[in-house]
């Protein structure tokens, strides 16, 4: 039961990072700045890196919506890539593909017949669909429901991070959480994608975020330090891209956590693209909970 139990996990914490990955953690806050410390393009001109920062996560968090493309590593645990539009006007919708390429997530997958996956976003859920292989250990159901409160009672403290991330985690988290570290500073303005932007950069330390000046309410300050410590991250290097529409374009996260060090690269294009999600037929589909509690259905008997 055990080994089944870390791999029906496992596959949650993959596409929790995969969606970390097109959203998550990023953006430093300092309360000062170079004499010259001004941003190119028409969003961003003449601010500082906190103020440039402040814009852009109150622009991309109103734009509701956007496509994103990713690609994420986390340890021996896996690699994967993920592509897709997802929505945060009212609750986090949408679709993404995700396709496993290493680690031991992506052994499981392989056992279950396939290494890649349509994963569906609905605000108290997400919905995984399996392959054949899977389909036919389930009751010939395609779908796995993760529900959030289901992974939060399941998982103790790492499953309370899984709930936490995957209902705040939207672009604009990225720049929350480097505008709290108050390391933030501008690297300069390139070429992303042949969109001009400018490059922020800021180191991550978890014990310090809530002394630092980073604009943020005590409450949000608190919530990222939450969020990072239950994953073992005590700090981290973030890179974020903003076009001259003040909308994040480019992220990069690289640190540690406690399943080893890890790297998450996204993108984000078509802000305000129609972004939906529907829940798959009830017949089709097998809830998370039920899984754990099957001790025949091992993904391929080991």
């Known amino acids: 039961m055990k080994s089944t139990t870390v791999r029906r996990v496992g596959l949650a914490a993959a596409v929790v990072t995969a969606l970390s990955g097109t959203a998550a953690c990023g953006f430093s806050g300092s309360s000062g700045g170079g004499k010259d410390d001004r941003a190119s393009g028409p ?68 056992r279950l017949g396939t290494t890649s996956m349509e994963a569906r976003y609905l605000p108290d859920a997400y919905y995984a669909r399996m392959g054949d292989r899977f389909a036919r250990q389930a009751g010939g159901r395609h779908w796995i429901r993760y529900g959030y409160a289901d992974l939060a009672a399941l998982g103790g403290s790492s499953g309370a991070y899984l709930k936490d991330q995957m209902q705040n985690t939207t672009p604009n988290q990225s720049v929350k959480l480097l505008l709290a570290s108050g390391d933030v500073r501008k690297v300069g303005t390139e070429k992303v994608r042949g969109v001009e932007a400018t490059h922020y950069s800021g180191t991550v330390d978890v014990a310090d975020l809530a002394g630092k000046n980073s604009g943020l309410s005590a409450g949000q300050l608190a919530g990222l330090r939450r969020q990072l410590t239950q994953a073992g991250v005590s700090t981290e290097t973030v890179d974020i891209w903003i076009d001259g529409r003040d909308l994040l374009v480019k992220k990069i996260e690289k640190g540690r956590m406690s399943a080893g060090e890890y790297s998450q690269t996204a993108y984000y ?34």
Do not use: C, Q
Not at 45 to 54: E, I, M
Not at 92 to 97: A, E, I, K, R, Y
Not at 288 to 297: A, D, E, M, Q, T
């Open 43 to 110: 969003g961003t001109a003449r601010l500082s890196p906190v103020a440039g920062g402040r814009s852009a996560e109150r622009s991309t968090g109103g734009a509701d919506s956007a496509e994103v493309e990713s690609t994420t590593t986390m340890g021996s645990l896996m690699s994967m890539k993920a592509d897709g539009a997802l929505g945060w006007a009212d609750g986090l919708t949408g679709d993404l593909t995700i396709t496993y390429t290493g680690g031991s997530v992506a052994d499981t997958m392989r």
């Open 269 to 302: 294009s078509h802000y305000g693209v129609k972004a939906s999600a529907a829940e798959p037929p009830a017949g089709d589909t097998e809830d998370f909970r039920k899984l754990l509690k099957n001790r025949n259905l091992t993904g391929g008997g080991s």
